[in-house]
C-alpha cells in the first residue's frame, strides 16, 4: 500500500483472539491486519514486530465490524458477513470459512453493517446496520432466524444484556432500547449489568436500566464513538485524540493523548493475563497501546 492510502487510512473495528495473543484490525480498504502482541510486547522487540504478520482484503468495503468467537474471527463490510479460523490466520491462510448476507427487502440494497454481538443464550449473532432493521442469525446452522425493526435511520451499534438476553440498540434516530428520544443520534451502546452507557450526537451518559432514567452526564467535547466499562471507570473515544477516563459519578479523571486526531474503536485485552493491554484505532494507520491505561506504549501500524 502506498504513502497516499496510508494518510487517507482509518481503523473502523478490533477484535482479540481467544487466546488473547493476536490482534485483528479492519480498516476502510476492506483490509484485516493480524499483529502477533506477542512479539509487540517482547523485551527486543524490533520495528518488524510492530507490523501485521497478516494483511490481507476481506471484503470490498469497509470493515466497519470485528467479532471473536471461541474459535472464529467474523467480520463485517457492506451487506455480509465473512468467518474465518484463527487457528488458520495464524497460519496465514485466508479462506474464509463461509459468508452470509442478511435477507435485505430488495437484492439491489447492499447497506453497510455497523456493530454485531453475540446473544450466548441462544448462541444467536445480532447484526445491525444500514437498513435500519436487527438481523439476528443462528451459529449453529447460518439461517437468519428473525428481523427486529423499529429504527428511523440506520444502526450504529448494538448490545446484548446478558442477564435479561435483551438486545439494546443505538441509532442515527437517536433511539435506544425502548426508544426514548435522547438526541440527535446515538453511536455507541455498552452495558453492564443494571447500567447503561450512550453517547453520539448527545453527550456520553450513564444510565440505570430498571429505572429507565440517567444518572451521570459527562462533559466530554464532540461525539463519542465507542465507550467501554473497565473496573470502576469508564474509557470512550470519539473526537478527539485521546482517550477519555471517566468516574461513574460524571467526572472527567484524565483524557490519554494518542496518535490519531479522531478515534472510532477501543479494545481492552481480558483473554490473556499476559498481553492485557488496551488498544485505540482511528484516523490514521496506527493502533495504539496502553500496556498501562496512564500513557500510550507504542503503536501498531499497517
Known sequence: MG??????????SQSFSPCGRFLAAGNNYGEIAVFSLSAALSPDVTDLNQKPILTFTAHEGPV?????????LLSAGNGEISAWS??????????PLWTRRPNYKSSLEIPEINSMTINPRDNSLIIGGGDNNIHVMDLENGAFKAVLQGHSDYIHC??????EAEILSGGEDGAVCARPQFGKWISCVTTDSDWMLCGGGPSLSLWHLRSLSP?????????????????DMILAVG????VSHC???GEVKAQIPCTAQSLNTLQFNSNSTEHRVLTVGGSNNNIDVFTN??????????
Open 215 to 231: 444518572t451521570s452526564i459527562f462533559n466530554l467535547s464532540g461525539c463519542q464513538r465507542q465507550a467501554a466499562f473497565h473496573q
Open 247 to 249: 468516574l461513574l459519578g
Open 3 to 12: 504513502p497516499v492510502e496510508l494518510l487517507h487510512m482509518s481503523v473502523f
Open 86 to 95: 484463527w487457528s488458520e490466520l495464524t497460519k496465514k491462510n485466508v479462506k
Open 293 to 302: 491505561l496512564s500513557y500510550r506504549a507504542f503503536s501498531l501500524s499497517f
Open 64 to 72: 466497519f465490524a470485528l467479532l471473536s468467537t471461541d474459535c472464529h
Open 239 to 242: 473526537e478527539g485524540a485521546f
Open 158 to 163: 448494538v448490545t446484548v444484556r446478558e442477564r
